[in-house]
T-cell receptor
Framework: ELKVEQNPLFLSMQEGKNYTIYCNYS?????LYWYRQDPGKSLESLFV?????AVKQEGRLMASLDTKARLSTLHITAAVHDLSATYFC?????????????FGKGTKLTVNP | EAQVTQNPRYLITVTGKKLTVTCSQN?????MSWYRQDPGLGLRQIYY???????DKGDVPEGYKVSRKEKRNFPLILESPSPNQTSLYFC????????????FGPGTRLTVT
């Protein structure tokens, strides 16, 4: 059974600071996704990481994937209030022609002025 | 405008009364999925479809049915809803294989009493 664990689950940080969210998963997979969800809203796709060593960046967010360690990180640089949201990682598990997407529980990020 | 629509957005119903939540996308996407989101449990995949007439179970398919008779539509059917199906439901679609760059619908909040 694939398990996806995110740490921390809650993160309160000050504007201008840097921080990293971690996503560990238990079974081999080469595809990992990051999503953002604003309070009361739907989900938005942020990053798709498709291979070991993949790195994607957009604005103050940078995601990376280490498939050997089964670890992805979402790094926040110089946080601003607009980044306050819940961030989910999800891992794509393919078995016998069947595909499933398993989510972590999410990291609720609050950026304080 | 590219979008995924869901109806209804809010629904309160009683145990055992069959209901359907519709999902439609206008992007000609092949892949479509249904998820439920519950506090403390995060997002879990219910069903997904790789194309017309091709569907597969996700992690929590019990109590749900789906059909994909047209590419644009992927309704979620609860034949006999129970209170443990009270949840926030999201439909999503993506163009290519797997779950790359999923577009999510606005969500349907279902309460079963």
């Amino acid at each position: 059974e694939l398990k996806v664990e995110q740490n921390p689950l809650f993160l309160s940080m000050q504007e201008g600071k840097n921080y990293t969210i971690y996503c560990n998963y238990s079974t081999t997979s080469d595809r990992l996704y990051w999503y953002r969800q604003d309070p009361g809203k739907s989900l938005e796709s942020l990053f798709v990481l498709l291979s070991n060593g993949a790195v994607k960046q957009e604005g103050r967010l940078m995601a990376s994937l280490d498939t050997k360690a089964r670890l992805s990180t979402l790094h926040i640089t110089a946080a601003v209030h607009d980044l306050s949201a819940t961030y989910f990682c999800a891992v794509d598990l393919t078995q016998g022609g069947s595909e499933k997407l398993v989510f972590g529980k999410g990291t609720k990020l609050t950026v304080n002025p | 405008e590219a979008q995924v629509t869901q109806n209804p957005r809010y629904l309160i119903t009683v145990t055992g009364k069959k209901l359907t939540v519709t999902c439609s996308q206008n992007m000609n996407h092949e892949y479509m999925s249904w998820y439920r989101q519950d506090p403390g449990l995060g997002l879990r995949q219910i069903y997904y479809s790789m194309n017309v007439e091709v569907t597969d179970k996700g992690d929590v398919p019990e109590g749900y049915k789906v059909s994909r008779k047209e590419k644009r539509n992927f309704p979620l059917i609860l034949e006999s809803p129970s209170p443990n199906q009270t949840s926030l439901y999201f439909c999503a679609s993506s163009k290519t294989g797997g779950f790359y760059e999923q577009y999510f619908g606005p969500g349907t909040r279902l309460t079963v009493t």
